[in-house]
């Protein structure tokens, strides 16, 4: 290979593909679910440019470049929506949401207890302003 | 499916399993769960398939500054990838998108696509991951929560994206016997183009990417004139429809945000 041809950006995007895939199943926060729809939507709009390039034709460019219109509505909207969502259930977790599925599947709970937060060091203790702290004596005064 | 072993110049048949199966690995261990994520192993194992993968699919390469500049651009937009699936910290996730976004940047300038690489930066880097941060940091919770120290079934997610990314790479691979002749078609309609007469408003469509001497289309400065003449000309009514969808984009955002009544407290 001398120089990067049409099957190598196209694997790329596959593989930009599969992870934003496996994200968004796999994880639970909403938003980052959301994030993994954009990186699926990256490996497609990189197919796109890729294509673009070797048939010698800019349809895919303008085509990218609606792709990215469409990608600030859908995050204006999922904004939106997952703010709402927020304040009903105080919580991120799409799991919190699974009454929305079919009657017959049974819930999904979770077994295994969370860790324990990791202890944080307390913060220091500051006298309050405008008193001052106490100070040693000087020994030697002149 | 037995077909597939001598296909094409490109040797990456099934030889492919071996590291997307590697990195698929790396990824299911790094997942969040309960009981930790197994970092050093999975990241090893992660850096390793994205190595072997870039390896079998460069073939031998041969080091020029566009193959090394590929390989740098693709790396980085596959690891943000992976930290963007797999960090337990949303926002650490978050910025993790931006990584992608300034490798899949680089890449579209690799392909000759220089507005779109500003584009990108500017709308995903700088508007869209700027209201997401601003959205993670209202509903902040304290690690470990429920909604980023678990996974739903990562096995069988990671068993999906692994299936995913090899039937695309076979279906690539088999194509890619065909990809000389593909190429060389393109050659041709590309020197028909550059004999035709250059008139200042000429119509847009076949070959407008530039050509350096050997007729293969180089880099080109101006591709951002002619995409807009592109935008402009033939996708005109698109252009107005997508003005429109942003309007009632914005309508709706604000109508769904809205606080309605005895909501709750943000």
């Known amino acids: 290979m001398v120089s990067p041809d049409l099957p190598h950006f196209l694997a790329v995007s596959a593989v930009l593909f599969s992870l934003g895939l496996v994200g968004f199943i796999a994880r639970r926060n909403l938003i980052i679910m959301f ?47 997952i703010l709402a969502m927020y304040r009903t259930r105080s919580s991120l ?9 079919e009657e017959d599947l049974e819930q999904v709970t979770d077994d295994e207890p969370l860790p324990l937060a990791p202890a944080t060091a307390p913060l220091p203790q500051l006298p309050l302003a405008g008193i001052a702290p106490a100070k040693p004596e000087e020994p030697n005064r002149v | 499916m037995l077909g597939m072993m001598e296909a094409g ?6 030889w492919v399993l071996g590291p997307i199966s590697l990195g698929f690995l790396g990824i299911y261990l790094l997942l969040p769960r309960p009981d930790g994520q197994r970092t050093a192993t999975g990241s090893l194992l992660g850096v390793l398939g994205i190595a072997g993968l870039m390896a079998l699919v460069l073939g031998g390469v041969i080091a020029n500054v566009e193959s090394l500049t590929f390989c740098v651009f693709s790396g980085v937009a596959c690891l943000g990838a992976g930290f963007l699936v797999t960090l337990e910290n949303p926002a650490r996730a978050a910025l993790a998108f931006v990584v992608v976004i ?12 220089p507005f779109l690489m500003g584009a990108n930066i500017i709308v995903y880097a700088g ?15 304290h690690l470990p929560s429920d909604a980023d120290s678990r996974s739903r079934e990562p096995l069988l997610a990671c068993i999906c994206g692994a299936g995913s990314v090899l039937i695309i790479l076979l279906a690539i691979g088999e194509d890619a016997g065909r990809t000389e002749s593909y190429q060389e078609g393109f050659e041709a309609r590309a020197l028909v183009a550059t004999r035709a007469p ?20 180089a880099m080109p400065a101006d591709n951002t004139a002619f995409l807009g003449a592109t935008l402009y000309g033939r996708h005109l009514v698109a252009v107005e429809l997508a003005a429109v969808l942003l309007v009632v984009a914005t309508l709706g955002a604000i109508a769904v945000a809205q606080r309605t009544g005895a909501g709750g407290a943000l």
């Open chain 1, 35 to 81: 994030l993994s729809v954009e990186l699926m939507v990256q490996g497609v709009a990189l197919n796109f440019v890729a294509f673009a390039r070797f048939r010698g034709n800019l349809d895919g460019q303008a085509f990218v470049l609606f792709l990215l219109t469409i990608a600030a509505c859908e995050a204006a909207l999922a904004l939106a929506l």
């Open chain 1, 93 to 101: 977790d799409v799991s919190l949401w699974q009454d929305l599925r």
């Open chain 2, 9 to 14: 110049a490109y040797p990456w048949s099934w």
């Open chain 2, 102 to 113: 300034l490798g899949v940047a680089g890449l579209f300038l690799l392909a000759a696509a």
């Open chain 2, 127 to 141: 508007a869209i991951i700027v209201t997401f941060l601003f959205v993670l940091m209202l509903a902040q919770q």
């Open chain 2, 198 to 217: 250059v008139a200042p408003f000429r119509r847009v469509g076949e070959s407008d990417l530039r050509l350096n001497q050997g007729g293969v289309p």
